[in-house]
């Protein structure tokens, strides 16, 4: 997390979530469906060490299921343009899309806000700055830097991403396919972009109908796994949490819980997320 200096006009402050991302490929040659039921071996596409062995059981389970899913699955080498590619559009993608949040102080609260800004950037301006709440990936080279591994499938049909949330052990994991970094129509007005939509899940975010203190949409009453969970109505699944690509106003969670965190005196301001496109 960073507090960056105030720039632009109007001069806002950047508040920054840093995830240092490590991205694994899948690296055997070609992996095929074989005829009479055998299991293609994916253990050897992925790399020793980039993973836990129960990692490992859990992502072997899904390349199962994956397999068992469509008779036309096949799994690739990443050639290295792709793999340049895949990278570059990810980190690239993932954030154009979350970052678009911003937050001003409460009515009321902006005294508190200058205060602090005087106090900790020196800032003399009668002008009070708003927050951009934004979200940095950094691609790190080795696993043990990272927050997050990830291994990448250059897949010739779509894999069900995951991501996993844990802060214990060397953090979390997640499989993204080459397809998630796209944005693609679907059910006709809905964008959707899955590695948008997983790192809402490293945030912290379950899907936007789910039935859990917080949600905005909690009254669905949908079970884990529930196609219900994804929204029920067209707002719910346009949002990065349902199965579209728009950020709102609730999703700054994660950064406005941060925020609270730099105030150490009696006064703590709350701060109002919204949203707007930066160009
Ligand atoms: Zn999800």
């Not at 990278?87 to 609260?109: C, D, F, H, T, Y």
């Not at 975010?205 to 949600?215: K, L």
Request: some cysteine.
């Amino acid at each position: 997390m960073d507090f960056s200096p105030l720039s632009g006009n109007p001069p806002h402050v950047k508040h920054e979530l840093v995830v240092r991302v490590f991205l694994s490929p899948f690296r055997v040659e070609h992996v095929e469906t074989p005829e009479h039921g055998e299991q293609p071996n994916y253990k050897d596409g992925i790399i020793p060490g980039h993973f836990k062995e129960h990692e490992i059981h859990y992502i072997l389970g899904l390349l199962e299921e994956y397999h068992k899913d469509s008779n036309n699955n096949r799994l690739q080498k990443w050639p290295d343009s792709k793999w340049i590619q895949f990278r570059s559009i990810l980190k690239l993608k993932v954030e154009q899309i979350w970052n678009v949040l911003w937050a001003r102080p409460s009515e009321g609260m902006e005294n508190v806000w200058m205060r602090y800004l005087a106090a900790t950037k020196g800032y003399k301006s009668s002008v009070v700055p708003s927050l951009k709440l934004d979200l940095n990936l950094k691609l790190v080279n080795l696993p043990s830097e990272a927050d997050v591994r990830i291994l990448c499938l250059n897949t010739t049909t779509r894999f069900r991403s995951r991501m996993s949330l844990s802060w214990v052990q060397g953090g979390s994991f997640g499989i993204l396919d080459w397809y998630d970094i796209y944005t693609y129509e679907y059910e006709g007005n809905i964008i959707n972009c899955d590695a948008a939509h997983e790192f809402g899940h490293y945030l912290g975010f379950s899907h936007v109908a789910a039935n859990i203190e917080g949600n905005p949409y909690p009254a669905i009453g949908a079970k884990p796994g529930d196609t219900e969970e994804y929204g029920i109505t067209e707002h719910q699944r346009g949002n990065v949490m349902g199965m579209g690509t728009r950020v709102e106003p609730w999703n700054a969670a994660p950064w406005l819980r941060h925020i609270q965190r730099h105030f150490s005196g009696p006064e703590k301001p709350k701060f109002v997320a919204y949203v707007q496109n930066h160009h």
